[in-house]
């Protein structure tokens, strides 16, 4: 069979005539007419039936019309696939970025990405990790990295690494070596309002354990915090990169917090139902061999919960 023919069958099929269908292909539709009665005599089957308003699939149509979707889904990776073998990466490539990581790795991942990939061109889109998430779902983003996601079958998620929340408070606030979950609450807190990721993490461990938080006010990003903080206006619970982006680091002391630890997990994000073209690829590798910990105080990632 003709993939040409079964490409035409299953338009003339979708579009319920072949007056849509030669409009839809910017064919002639006595040429779609005639490779569909070819197929027609090639099978020995009638496919279509003609009505006034149209036509309608018989029932080797719509067993055809399964086969045929598949058939050409088919020939169409294999062209891909191919493709992408013979030639040099090209085309654009877009990265979704949280901003307190894109502010440290921006500049490595774009000079790698230029002496790698010196036919294509990144884009990197820089925004919250919801807002991120939400491009990857609706195809505006190709892949990308993301603080502790929700779970959905529409993504795939490979860990990159883990760094632990802090108590961040105002200098003047006298800090013991470790802060105890139940003394959070003596701390008047400003922090991320829901969904953001560390708010869902702060709640996930503080409500089942019944202990009432002193939150004062809530923002819409982490550096927004930091910033209050700096002020001397409230304590805030951070993950460790977010002293990175103090410019007044002075202003501000920190101490862990537990048992239990909690930890902000960053984590490599691509579409499920897209398949990942080769440029798309190895932009991931890219992104997989950056040190993730260049952007926040050095230290090594965590085996295991405490």
């Known amino acids: 069979m003709d993939l040409k023919q079964l490409e035409y069958f299953v338009v003339v099929v979708e579009k319920g005539s072949f007056s849509r269908a030669a409009a839809a292909l910017n064919l002639a539709q006595p040429s ?23 036509v309608t699939p018989t029932q080797a149509g719509h067993a055809l019309q399964a086969h045929a979707r598949v058939m050409l889904n088919a020939a169409a990776q294999a062209l891909f696939e191919i493709k992408e073998m013979s030639d040099e990466p090209a085309g654009k490539v877009v990265v979704g970025l949280p901003n307190r990581v894109a502010s440290g790795l921006c500049v490595p991942l774009v000079r790698e990405f230029r002496e790698r990939l010196p036919n294509a061109m990144l884009s990197v889109v820089e925004g919250l990790s919801l807002s991120l998430r939400e ?22 998620y490979e860990p990159l690494m883990r760094e632990r929340l802090l108590l961040v408070t105002p200098e003047g606030y006298r800090l013991p070596e470790r802060v105890s979950l139940a003394s ?36 819409g990003a982490v550096h927004t915090a930091l910033t209050v903080v700096e002020e001397g206006m409230a304590c805030s619970i951070l993950p460790e990169s977010a002293l990175n982006l103090s410019t007044r680091r002075a202003k501000v ?29 190895e932009t991931a590798k890219l992104l997989r061999a950056l040190d993730f910990r260049a952007y926040r105080p050095a230290a090594p990632m965590p085996a295991a919960e405490e």
């Not at 953001?196 to 019944?210: G, H, Q, T």
């Not at 902000?264 to 440029?279: D, G, H, K, Q």
């Open 184 to 219: 959070l609450a003596d701390f008047p807190l400003i922090l991320p309002a829901v969904p953001n990721p560390i708010r869902s993490l702060v709640d996930a461990v503080m409500l089942p354990r019944k202990i009432n938080l002193n939150i004062v006010a809530e923002v």
């Open 135 to 156: 491009g990857l779902l609706a195809g505006r983003i190709d892949v990308g990295v993301l603080f502790d996601p929700p779970p959905t079958p529409l993504l795939s």
């Open 32 to 54: 779609i007419s005639r490779q569909v009665a070819l197929l027609e005599q090639e099978l020995g089957q009638r496919l279509l039936e003609r009505t006034g308003r149209g």
């Open 253 to 281: 002391r920190a101490a862990p917090i537990g048992p239990p630890a909690m930890w902000n997990s960053l984590v490599l994000a691509m579409p499920t139902a897209r398949p990942a073209s080769r440029l798309i690829q």
